[in-house]
């Protein structure tokens, strides 16, 4: 559909420039040259869009533009569901007890694997104590955020700047007073 509509613009634009003359041509020309560089910006975009969803899908290592069918089709089967956070009050992994506009963060708890808003949260609804992460475990998938539902290793998190590393969203900085419940120092 974009190179048919492409195709039609430059047929348009060069008779265009037979009926204005030369300096016609030279706008033209530049007409041209502005298509060529938003056609250039789109398909980084698009490069770009597909790097991330190879990311997600586990696929980042395949080179090239296209993903085989099949194993995306496989990867796909394999996805999970979107991930609940105990105790959210929205969408966006807010609790009861800390629901600023930053406070977006689920944290996986080790004891059960489950994602809650926080760890009155837990307190209150797991009906089991909690246990911190070890250190030996910073490369797990604990870490959620709220706005763009990506998972994020403990390491990520605790280097991340208060800023999703996928969508720049900003977390609350105070929660750093809470890692100690969390994650083993």
């Known amino acids: 559909m974009i190179a048919l509509i492409t195709l039609t613009t430059f047929i348009g634009l060069l008779a265009l420039a037979i009926f204005a003359g030369p300096p016609g041509g030279l706008i033209i020309v530049s007409l041209?040259?502005?298509i060529a560089y938003a056609t250039y910006r789109k398909v980084l975009q698009i490069h770009s869009d597909l790097q991330r969803i190879k990311e997600t899908l586990g696929l980042a290592e395949i080179a090239g533009d296209k993903?085989?069918?099949?194993?995306?089709?496989?990867?796909?089967?394999?996805?999970?569901p979107i991930v609940t956070v105990t105790g959210a009050i929205d969408q966006n992994a807010r609790c009861r007890h800390y629901h600023a506009d930053n406070d977006i963060v689920g944290i996986k708890f080790k004891c059960c694997d489950t994602y809650y808003g926080c760890y009155q949260c837990h307190q209150e609804l797991a009906g089991h104590p909690s246990v911190t992460w070890k250190r030996s475990d910073r490369n797990a998938k604990a870490v959620l955020c709220g706005n763009c539902a990506s998972e994020m290793s403990?390491?990520?998190?605790l280097e991340c700047g208060d800023t999703c590393p996928y969508c720049r969203s900003l977390f609350n900085p105070g929660c750093k007073k809470h890692y100690s419940l969390y994650f083993e120092e």
């Not at 993903?67 to 999970?80: D, G, N, Q, S, Y």
């Not at 403990?154 to 998190?157: L, T, V």
């Open 67 to 80: 993903l085989p069918e099949p194993i995306m089709e496989r990867k796909l089967e394999r996805l999970e």
């Open 154 to 157: 403990i390491r990520s998190y």
């Open 32 to 34: 041209l040259l502005g």
